[in-house]
């Protein structure tokens, strides 16, 4: 079974830089597939940030693309995700997702990690 | 970017209920819509992938439909555990975007 965990600090400044990582459990992120990150604000919808294939291959919302960072560590089974210049804007909690529609010309995303809050506040 | 719209906003149904929900594109996405179920604090779980292929482990009163512009989920029967809010999000362009969500809710 395939679960996916986010971890990082639950608390960031304004103007600083927004870093999580994924941990992902039950699958090999060298076996393929792509990974994303979403955020959802709160009491709002759902925005896609980024995602990354296991080679290290990238896509990112132009929205956010300036400021956004997403790798990968294979021996750790970890994909990461850095935002900078973070402001209020950007509080939110933040999903890492597999997405498993990748190889078939789609992207559907599945399963989602719980997700974590990060606020940003001085 | 393509516009996901999303109709009605919120809905109130009663258990046994047949619920359908639309998604709108802004432009032609072909079958490339997802749906997706999220109840309160918990993370979105795929419902429904390419319009209307069920996601394994999904009640099949659950279905989907719709290509071009136009799609729908529909929920045959309403079961307690569905009340939740509902979210397409489409894959035909590389920008990933996510309609506005519907919340059914109990009558």
């Known amino acids: 079974q395939v679960q996916l965990q986010e971890s990082g600090p639950g608390l960031v400044k304004p103007s600083e830089t927004l870093s999580l990582t994924c941990t992902v459990s039950g699958y090999s992120i060298s076996s393929g597939y792509y990974w994303g990150w979403i955020r959802q604000p709160p009491g709002k919808g759902l925005e896609w940030i980024g995602s990354?294939?296991?080679?290290?291959?990238?896509y990112y919302n132009p929205s956010l693309k300036s400021r956004v960072t997403i790798s990968v560590d294979t021996s750790k089974n970890q994909f990461s995700l850095k935002l900078s210049s973070v402001t209020a804007a950007d509080t939110a909690v933040y999903y890492c997702?597999?997405?498993?529609?990748?190889?078939?010309?789609?992207?559907?995303?599945?399963?989602w990690g719980q997700g974590t809050l990060v606020t940003v506040s001085s | 970017d393509i516009q996901m719209t999303q109709s009605p906003s919120s809905l109130s149904a009663s258990v046994g209920d047949r619920v359908t929900i639309t998604c709108r594109a802004s432009?032609?996405?072909?079958?490339?819509l997802n749906w997706y179920q999220q109840k309160p604090g918990k993370a979105p779980k795929l419902l429904i992938y390419a319009a209307s292929s069920l996601q394994s482990g999904v009640p099949s009163r659950f279905s989907g439909s719709g290509s071009g512009t136009d799609f729908t989920l529909t929920i045959s029967s309403l079961q307690p555990e569905d009340f939740a809010t509902y979210y397409c999000q489409q894959s035909y362009s590389t920008l990933i975007t996510f309609g506005p969500g519907t919340k059914v809710d109990i009558k």
């Open positions: 432009q032609s996405i072909s079958s490339y």
């Open positions: 997702a597999r997405d498993l529609g990748a190889a078939a010309g789609g992207n559907w995303f599945d399963p």
């Open positions: 990354i294939y296991h080679s290290g291959s990238t």
